[in-house]
């Protein structure tokens, strides 16, 4: 496989439920080893497109590949070569985290001796070995996430899918665990593409970033490119300019669809 | 295969791990046993129908298995709502394994449970005929686990949420429990219950138990085995097809 080749490779993506069209026109890519984000308000398509890259959902048309598959087509191909940590919580909390681990292993064939020795050093790695043995249902919020994560990884995927891995967590964990998915994409290489509502963290931990808004991307690059191009000291400005200030939950009025209509127009 | 036995061996190790719940579950097999058994023994001993409760036994090791396949299954429910189902149907295994790895593993918890019924009703002076019949029974025991806790697995793929499980309790679990002939004889009895009766897997296998524990079988171990094989073929098949259709 050819390393200059996007890992991820995403064409004219649509997905419509019904009359509503939750993901419209999205292109782009995501480079190997690379950690990608994903930023966009409530209901702007993020989790439906992670939905489609991890075989969880029909795209209604356009193309979508990843490591050279189609998530589509070749499910359980795709399936092997990710990790997924899921927006809310998958552990079996009646089971110890290393059985947790185990299974996972198991599930995606990882041959025994390895499947105990990168979950050995896998719990090392996410400061859990000591509590390998406790039920996970004994475990704090973020001992759950960085055990999801380090599941997430057990069978040594290419990329690793988090959806709001830190939601819900104090900023001491937060911090604990971008340290380690860092360190990972930096030591294994591993392409992370991840979504999340805080700003600081994109800021810290990604190198490149697309904004999507009503299921379109409306801005992509890196940190500094996105806030040099709205002239904004930070990304949570930049975020601000490019997405409008409206709160998503309401329907958003008319005068302010004609305002981001505007904006979208004036920068191209 | 492997998948299979990871699956099955995470609900033997989950039914071990919780003595307290195994022992909370023999409340009810403990009361039938000693308040129904005792109870109701003088006047089914004077209707010329012996004891009653060699009679009731073998129906209450079914119930116990009835009660706790069934939930097994809807165990299911349990684990949509915490996420772990997720986390196995996005592995890159066929579903049909990880459906049959849930449903032999709740199966085998609930034989394990009717074991201990049967451990029970041995002290409360249950005796079998003979020792050499214990196997068959453990045999019949695995058939009818095997059979609820398919069906567990139809509900729990047909349920999105706990809410429904007082009415699968009482409209559905009770009823297979009260129509099975557990706790009376089939005979003789109003035409409506006579075709009810039949038409409940469970009859089947509170039969064949009854016939290879004491040799009283209605309709004889032969016919029953056939129907519960019937039975565990047919709510297995659904259960995979539900299974398919869950959506994470």
Known sequence: MDDTQPIIRVQHLVKK?????????????????????????????????????????????????????????????????????????????????????????????????ERHERAARLLELFELAERKGSLVKTFSGGMRRRLEIARGLLHTPRV?????????????????????????????????????????????????????????????????????RTNSESLEQAFLALTGTAIREESVGAADRMREAGRMWRRR | MRVVFALWMREVRKYFRSPAQMLGTLGSPVMYLGVLGFGLGPIFRRAGEGSYLQFM??????MTILFTSTFSGMALLWDRQFGFLK???????????IMLGRTVGGATVALFQ?????????????????????????????????VFSAMGTIIG????????????????????????????PLRNLPVALTVLTRLDPLTYGVDALRGVLIGDAHFGVGLDILALAIAATVLLILGAYRFSKIEV
Request: with cysteine; hydrophobic share 45%.
């Open chain 2, 157 to 184: 793929s047909s349920l999105k949420e706990m809410q429904g499980f007082q009415i699968i309790m009482n409209f559905l679990v009770m009823p297979i429990f009260f129509l099975s002939g557990a706790l009376y």
């Open chain 1, 17 to 113: 439920f019904g009359d509503v069209t939750a993901v419209d026109d999205v292109s782009f890519d995501v480079r190997r080893a690379e950690i990608f984000a994903f930023l966009g308000p409530n209901g702007a398509g993020k989790t439906t497109t992670i939905r489609m890259l991890t075989t969880l959902l029909q795209p209604t048309s356009g193309s979508l590949e990843l490591d050279g598959l189609d998530p589509t087509a070749r499910r359980n191909d795709v399936r092997q070569r990710i990790g997924v940590v899921f927006q809310d919580p998958s552990l079996d909390q009646d089971l110890t985290a290393w059985e947790n681990m185990d299974i996972h292993g198991v599930l995606y064939g990882v041959p025994r001796r």
């Open chain 2, 114 to 146: 009717g074991l201990l019924v049967f451990l029970v009703s041995l002290i409360a002076g249950f005796r079998p005929a003979h020792v050499l019949d214990v196997p068959t029974a453990i045999l019949v025991m695995a058939c009818v686990a095997l």
């Open chain 1, 160 to 228: 690793l899918f988090l959806d709001e891995p830190t939601l819900g967590l104090d900023p001491q964990s937060r911090n604990q665990m971008w340290t380690h998915v860092q360190n990972l994409n930096q030591t294994d290489g591993v392409t992370v593409f991840l979504t999340t509502h805080y700003m600081d963290e994109a800021d810290r931990v990604a190198h490149r970033i697309a904004v999507i808004d009503h299921g379109r991307i409306v801005a992509i690059g890196s940190p500094a490119e996105l806030k040099s």
């Open chain 2, 57 to 62: 036994a073998p129906g209450i090791m079914c």
């Open chain 2, 87 to 97: 986390e196995t149907l996005v592995a890159p295994v066929p579903r049909l394994t």
